[in-house]
């Protein structure tokens, strides 16, 4: 064991790349497809456990990307300090991120964030904040259990982007479809918001998390195979505008596949999970394979040395990987590119480049004219 951790070898097999970090149970919001604001434990991550997280011999050295998650991380009193860590400790980071429910404002957070990254000379990490979304006006706000909700989100996003003429970071919303915006009609309301305004709107889909959920009816809230056709339409039309460029965000084939992945049950998408390159680690340090599903649990960093825990780990989330819809870990473009070639073969993944490479087009080819006529 010894010579395997001196070596980085582990019984993961594969490079950790990604390492979603949970860093809080704690939360501001009452949201109604989540229950984790019901949680009796207050419990923070210190910096003390992050750093031995991070510096675990099994993927400090292959570790690349870091999702900041919670709970609410901005309310974690050294939530500035855990990117301070992360950019000293981690020496290939290449991107950090976290989702917000703008409850609190950010903007402050994020420069300090953005100073101690100018100061340790890791300016060479990419910086990404989420703001969480999930309808207009009232029904973000119902949704979210709190009133005012989507105001402070809106406040959010104007107040960081006056920040990225400070600083380069990136900041986009992320609009959880899920029954109650789509069959209201909210979700296709902000879908023609984020085509007209080219707000950078990325649309996803809500799926049923065992570290989110504990009593809820999930197909009250969220997806369900009963109701699957309202699925399917929304993102077939969100795929169509998508293909034909006339949305902001780029979320390459995740639209398009989605909808097959909806229609035949059957994941299409590439996960890091699966493949053993991620590792999601929750507010009370226990370590899973899977983001999604309690069956995925290791144990502590220490056991990821251990080959019986991770295999049985592995093979319990095999049980859920081939129906599932979650899109937290899919890869990077390369990555995916490079496991439709060994799932699908060279005609599916020619297909795929022409797909996105159309699309690409299409978007550049609709912001010239938006620019032209307002110019002129």
Known sequence: ???????????????????????????????????????DAAIDMSLDKISE?????????????????????TLVKHFPEIFSVAFREVKHLKHISFATNSII???????????????????????SIVLSLDGFKKTHDEIRGIKGAFDKVMENYFTLKALQSKYNFGVAFNYTVQKYNVENGD?????????????????????????????????????????????????????????EGRMAYEIGMYYDQLVKQIQLNKRLVPCLFKGRKALFVNYDANVYICG????????????????????????????????CLINCAPGGKLYQLYSVLLEDGPVELAKLIYLVA???????????????????
Not at 64 to 72: A, C, D, K, L, Q
């Open 292 to 323: 999604r599903t309690k069956a995925g649990l290791i144990g502590s960093i220490d056991d990821l040395g251990k080959q019986g825990l991770v295999e049985n780990a592995s093979n319990n989330i095999l049980k859920i990987c081939d129906t």
């Open 187 to 243: 979700a296709y309301f902000v879908l023609d918001m984020a085509e007209k305004t080219l707000l950078p709107i990325r649309f996803s889909l809500v799926i049923e998390n065992d570290f989110m959920t504990k009593n809820l009816e999930f197909s009250q809230v969220g997806y369900d195979t009963q109701n699957r056709e309202e699925y399917i339409k929304f993102f077939s039309e969100a795929n169509r505008r998508s293909q």
């Open 1 to 39: 064991m010894l010579k395997d951790i001196f070596n980085n070898k582990s019984p993961l097999k594969h490079d950790v790349k990604l390492l979603v970090l949970v860093t809080t149970s704690r939360c501001n919001s009452r949201c109604r497809m989540c229950e984790i604001w019901k949680d």
């Open 105 to 127: 404002p950010a903007a402050s957070l994020v420069e300090q964030i953005l100073i101690q990254r100018k100061i340790v000379k890791r300016e060479d990490v990419n910086i």
């Open 358 to 376: 159309n699309k690409r087009f299409n978007r550049i080819k609709r912001l010239y004219y938006e620019y032209k006529n307002v110019v002129y």
């Open 53 to 73: 997280i991070i510096n675990s011999p099994y993927i400090r050295n292959s570790l690349e990307e870091i999702i900041v998650g919670g709970g609410e991380p």
